[in-house]
């Protein structure tokens, strides 16, 4: 046999060996390149629902959520005419939607001395706050809302099929990929926000700008914790830090620019070094890390990193919060966390609650249905030992 026969021969032996494990591969790379367009076309319908059955733009033009909730506090519908009437239209076709089953009894009527559902449509502007608010919507966390119906269930590969070498002749080891779901439920996340009565009671577009403001940045940093740090108990989703799978064996204390170098790598290491790729500090852990020198005393950060164009991280985006202590650190693919939103929010005001009464103010309950996942463990690095 010449030498090209047998190179010839070689080649399709190992072709035929081969061949059950690259029709695997191929069907594997087609099964999560259909997950990767389902994931997308789910982004795209998400982006722009609309609640059926509510003219958003006839709805949304000059609705107050001042008046509605001073028209609440003094039980007088009359005050907020308009907005009780768009209440009652979406309550009627949508209640049941976002209430709890022991609620769904409740008369469709708005009563404006108890709670009342809002549509998110018609105070976009929350949604807008809520974003800003929040450190993993920065860093590219990806957002669902509108939501109508739950579970919404996010598909993921937990296994992949296998490849291996075999003798001429022998028995391929059969594989097969693995899918799981990423399951988002309603949560119940409550905020509490005071208020004066004298500014509740004045009809001006900053006193409704601010009360929206409040509301979001409260319900928004409770959200962005549930990312970072929730503990999946006590009615609290799943963060970051305690999903099953990150990364976390680089030791982070007495800080390097290598050691940092080393906790990328771990995630490069789990195949996952891809997406929206992004480090959270806290200010004071950041300021530990942009201190960072070399054997000459030069900075291996700009001094001010934050003031640049693209202020980055050995090339990654970062992002500073209070939420995280000192010690925390956070790196990783930020596309890989869900935050799901239900399409209303449900508010409820009360002067005589704590000591509101004496104060002349009053108490606004929001509450938003809401849950956060992390789709792929492996996709993060965490820690809770940065020191100096």
Known sequence: MTPEELAK????????????HTKSMEELKGTIDKQAVKIEDLDKRLKNRKIPGLDDEAAKNGFSLRAVLFANKMGNKELASREVSILTEFDKKHGDDYRHEQQKALSTDVDVSGGFLVPTQVIPEIIELLRAQQVAVQLGARMMDGLTSSPVEIPRLTGAATADWTAEGATATESDETFGDLKLQTRQLVALVRVSNLLLA??????????????????????????????????????????????????????????????????????A????????FSPNGFNIVRKLKDAQGRFHLAPDVSQEANPSILGAPFAETTQLATADVIYGNWEDVFIAQWGAMEFRISSEAEDVYKKNQSLIRAIMLADVGVRHGESFYATSNLTA
């Open 9 to 20: 021969a070689v080649g399709a032996a190992a072709a035929t060996a081969l061949e059950p």
């Open 202 to 271: 004045q009809g001006v577009p900053s006193v409704e700008q601010l009360i929206r403001e409040d509301i979001a940045q409260v319900i928004g940093l409770k959200m962005d914790i549930g990312v970072l740090k929730g503990t999946g108990a006590s009615n609290e989703p799943l963060g970051i830090f305690n999903t099953t799978g990150i990364n976390n064996t680089t030791s982070l204390a007495s800080v390097t620019i290598d050691k940092l170098m080393d906790a990328q790598t771990e995630v490069k290491n789990a195949n």
């Open 273 to 280: 070094n891809r997406g929206k790729l992004g480090w959270a």
